[in-house]
């Protein structure tokens, strides 16, 4: 197990270079006229985080034995509508929240004008790059893999997910809804993002099925992770306060189950996702260590 984390830790930070790299490429230079627009899409891009989503795009590809090269594109394209995400639920209208990985939100350094342009912007953006950029892969491929995560970030998953959180909040829990709202607004960019691997790597229809569900509870681990570091966490690890959903008044896993029943139920999704790949050889030994580290991580 220790061995297996640190051949992990070693894995996160050499794709997270690459990614950052990728991602620092691709966007346009800061110096471009009008210059506050990309000075406030690369704020909140080149600004930390885990990469988690599109690790996970790489991951997945090497999993069904894909060159991992094809799905960088796709990779940056999933951290762009993340940017945009963060941006969108950090403004005024939506969480105001002042800070975000340990800055100063976009809203907060550019204006709420400017940080609602960048988010429109990276949301394009991404699409711009999967479509511009992937070489190597049949283009009914990159199409499939285009709409895909257009629904996942829209009208299947992420913008639904965040009207049923707004409209639920400061409303008695209920576990239906909740777990609706989670699989729609973090579930669905999670999954993609290991689907798309799959897809771009050329995997089987049944090895795209089993990456689904890996994805599925992976994307759920995260979320019940996610409740418990707003109660446990460390301010300084998570760069932004704790305490705010149950300040907002939402709905959470362990303001439902408990913490140590929340707790058990991201132990069995992560056995779940890991089981999910018995029919992967080890290439697809990150996907496992991945699965355990999200519910590990302090961040
Ligand atoms: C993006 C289409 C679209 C619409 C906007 C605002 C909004 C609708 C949706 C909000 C989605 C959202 C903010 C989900 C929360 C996801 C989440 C738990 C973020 C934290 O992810 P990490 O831990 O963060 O991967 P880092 O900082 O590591 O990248």
Redesign the pocket.
């Known amino acids: 197990m220790e061995k297996n984390l640190f051949n992990l830790k070693k894995y996160l930070s050499e794709k997270c270079q690459l990614v950052d790299c990728a991602l620092d490429a691709y966007l346009p230079p800061a110096t471009q006229y009008p210059e506050v627009i990309f000075e406030a899409m690369r704020y909140s891009v080149l600004n930390?985080?885990?990469?988690?989503?599109p690790i996970l795009v790489l991951a997945a590809c090497d999993a069904v034995g894909g060159c991992a090269d094809v799905a960088m594109p796709t990779a940056c394209s999933l951290e762009f509508?993340?940017a945009?995400?963060?941006i969108?639920?950090d403004l005024p209208a939506?969480d105001n929240d002042d800070l975000?990985?340990g800055k100063p939100t976009n809203h907060k350094v550019f204006g709420d004008a400017i940080a609602i342009l960048a988010g429109d912007a990276l949301?394009a953006f991404a699409f711009q790059t999967i479509t511009g950029e992937t070489r190597g892969v049949p283009a009914e491929v990159v199409v499939e893999v285009t709409r895909r995560i257009a629904a996942a970030?829209?009208t299947g998953g992420?913008?639904v997910?965040?009207v049923v959180d707004m409209i639920s909040e400061g409303q008695a829990a209920d576990a239906k809804i909740m777990e609706f709202m989670h699989a729609h607004?973090?579930g669905a960019l999670i999954d993609i993002a290991v689907i798309s691997g799959g897809l771009l790597g050329g995997g089987s229809d049944a090895q795209i099925d089993a990456l689904s569900t890996y994805g599925k509870k992976i994307g759920l681990a995260?979320?019940i992770a996610?409740d418990i570091l707003d109660i446990e966490g460390d301010v300084d690890k998570l760069g932004k306060p704790i305490g705010s959903d149950v300040g907002k008044g939402k709905s959470t896993y362990p303001s439902l189950y408990g913490l140590a029943k929340s707790k058990e139920l991201a132990r069995r999704a992560v056995d779940d996702a890991v089981n999910a790949l018995d029919m992967f050889d080890e290439r697809a030994d990150p996907l496992r260590a991945i699965a355990q580290f999200i519910v590990d991580r302090e961040?």
Do not use: Y
């Open positions: 930390g985080g885990k990469r988690l989503r509508i993340h945009f995400s963060l969108h639920d939506m975000r990985r949301f970030a829209g992420m913008v997910g965040q607004k973090t995260f979320q996610d961040s």
